[in-house]
């Protein structure tokens, strides 16, 4: 971020962005929020799952959620970060589904494979993460997902696995991913990026990435990037609020 301020005007430094850059600023983590640079395009969802161990005494998020309703520190949750969408999408649900999220028990990991780690090791009850950390150990039966945090069922492993919505929960989160560029770039400068962002999004070998890694595409431009991010900011901080995190007006 210091770069791209440092290099107003300067369509040939970008930044990779997802929701984490929101709730960064939120938190006091940095200064800088998405209308200090110029948003470009977004390109895909990653969504989230929760995972028990196969011999979890739950037997579904409903089971999961009447328990965190009357224990809301009932289970241990590990998310990549907690000052990251992988932990505030997670409260963000529970919050829908009747849960008191200040109460929440959650352990931040680097990544997810430590998070899968630590879920196999018994040292955490569930893991909220995206679905390729999850998948080869959801293959080989050694993790159950509960829900996933997308709009519709996921393909392949997850096929059978319910979304919030399913579960009565109206809630959809996702890690997604995008760029954004300095300041003071010029419209010819902002189409440029998105005639290249689109043509990636619809690129065989891009399309193939995505069903590898379980993500969807979801290609906006600059103008929709924008307004994607001015909702989702007031969202994060919304949810972060009842969290307690915001250092931020």
């Known amino acids: 971020m210091n770069q791209l301020v440092a290099s107003r005007g300067d369509a040939h430094v970008l930044l990779l962005i997802s929701g984490a850059n929101l709730s960064a600023q939120i938190a006091g983590l940095t200064p800088y929020v998405h209308t ?3 948003p470009l395009a977004i390109i895909m969802d990653e969504y989230y799952g929760v995972n028990v161990r196969p011999d979890a005494a739950v037997a579904s998020i409903g089971d999961m959620l009447n328990r965190l309703r ?3 520190d009932a289970f241990s949750f590990g998310t990549a970060s907690l000052t990251g969408t992988n932990f505030t999408s997670l409260a963000a649900a529970l919050k829908k589904g009747g849960v ?3 109460h929440l028990k959650a352990v931040g990991f680097p990544g997810g494979s430590e998070i899968s780690m630590a879920l196999l090791g018994g040292h955490i009850d569930a893991t909220h993460t995206g679905l390729s950390n999850m998948a080869a150990h959801l293959i080989a039966g050694k993790m159950r ?8 069922r996921m393909w392949g492993p997850f096929a059978s696995v319910p979304t919030w919505k399913e579960a009565g929960v109206d809630a959809v ?8 560029g300095p300041k003071d770039l010029t419209p010819a400068q902002v189409a440029y990026w998105e ?4 043509r990636i999004a619809t690129s065989e070998e891009w399309k193939q990435d995505l069903k590898e890694n379980y993500w969807v595409e979801n290609y906006s431009g600059a103008a929709d990037t924008r307004r994607r991010l001015d909702a989702e900011y007031l969202e994060i901080k919304h949810i972060m609020a009842d969290l307690g995190m915001v250092k931020v007006k």
């Open 36 to 38: 200090d640079f110029t």
């Open 145 to 152: 997902t509960l829900v996933v945090t997308g709009p519709r």
């Open 173 to 180: 989160t996702s890690s997604w991913r995008g760029f954004m």
């Open 70 to 72: 009357k224990a809301p």
């Open 195 to 198: 005639n290249v962002f689109r």
């Open 100 to 102: 008191d999220v200040k």
